[in-house]
């Protein structure tokens, strides 16, 4: 993906009603507490829970936050509790697939492969962190995960729909090639997301057969690829920063200057969102 044509001053990454009051002094020092939901895989014939390593660094390298991996255990997690202990929730991309029942579509191999023990327990961290205002960035299967929570519905195979691009990742095994750009995307003049970049087009790289179909109502879309494909939205109303992307901005995100300001201007949100919560328990300790 090219340079912004103009960098940002850092003060506009940040849009106060979405970031939250700002802190500081000693008290409110150290990294934020970012959760991502994991997968779960079959290795050796045992089940692990697993993040993608990429993820994990961009939130320590961009974000210059604590990456905390949530295990992928639905039901058996207190998530109100757990999210409130957060500064922010990424929600990564993954090679399983949203479970067609959960947007009324009968499931089938062309929606394959799925992990609902990924589902159970993402689509409650989701919501939770919408409600208690934690911010959110959504990736791929993640931003996929916030249409279908809100609302919407998915296209099990977007390039198979006529006009479509074919989205899918280049059969290429350079990883550099495979998260190379492919495609344009145009944002909103008055976007959120055009306002973190500083620019109305980039280009993305494209890793997905699945996409937005029925867009949920409490999105707002922000981008779209040239073929018409809903690239990026923000949540309506959303109590703090709360912004989705169907493409991959974490892969190397610490050498593309564009891709590290979404990542800055989540972290700069979950600063926020920490010094408010610390805060609150300086509060509390001193009326005790």
Not at 11 to 33: E, K, M, R, Y
Request: contains cysteine.
């Amino acid at each position: 993906m090219p340079n912004a044509p103009s960098p940002l001053a850092s003060s506009s990454l940040v849009d106060p009603q979405h970031a939250g009051p700002q802190h500081a002094g000693p008290q409110h020092a150290g990294p934020p507490l970012i959760g991502l939901p994991a997968c779960v895989r079959t290795l050796d014939d045992q089940s692990f829970h697993v993040a993608g390593d990429k993820y994990v660094r961009a939130v320590a390298r961009c974000v210059k936050g604590l990456p905390l991996v949530v295990p992928a255990l639905g039901t058996h997690l207190d998530v109100e509790a757990l999210v409130a202990s957060l500064d922010g929730l990424l929600v990564t991309g993954s090679p399983s697939n949203v479970h067609p029942s959960l947007y009324d579509r009968a499931p089938g191999p062309e929606a394959e492969p799925y992990d609902r023990e990924r589902d159970d327990t993402s689509f409650p961290l989701i919501r939770a962190a919408l409600d208690q205002g934690v911010p959110l960035l959504a990736i791929c299967r993640g931003f996929q995960e916030l249409n279908v929570l809100l609302g919407g519905s998915l296209h099990p195979r977007v390039h198979e729909v006529a006009g479509r691009l074919d989205h899918r990742r280049p059969q290429d095994p350079d990883p550099d090639v495979q998260y190379g750009p492919k495609h344009r995307v145009t944002f909103e003049a008055d976007s959120r997301i055009a306002e973190i970049f500083g620019t109305r087009e980039m280009q993305i790289n494209s890793l997905h057969w699945q996409a937005l179909d029925r867009v949920a109502e409490k999105l707002i879309v922000e981008g779209r690829a040239d073929d018409g494909t809903v690239e990026s939205v923000r949540v309506k109303d959303a109590k703090a920063f709360a912004i989705g992307v169907q493409w991959h901005p974490e892969y190397k995100a610490w050498e593309n200057p564009l891709s590290a300001r979404l990542f800055e201007a989540f972290g700069t949100a979950a600063r926020s969102r920490r010094a408010a919560r610390r805060s609150g328990k300086d509060a509390v300790m001193l009326a005790g």
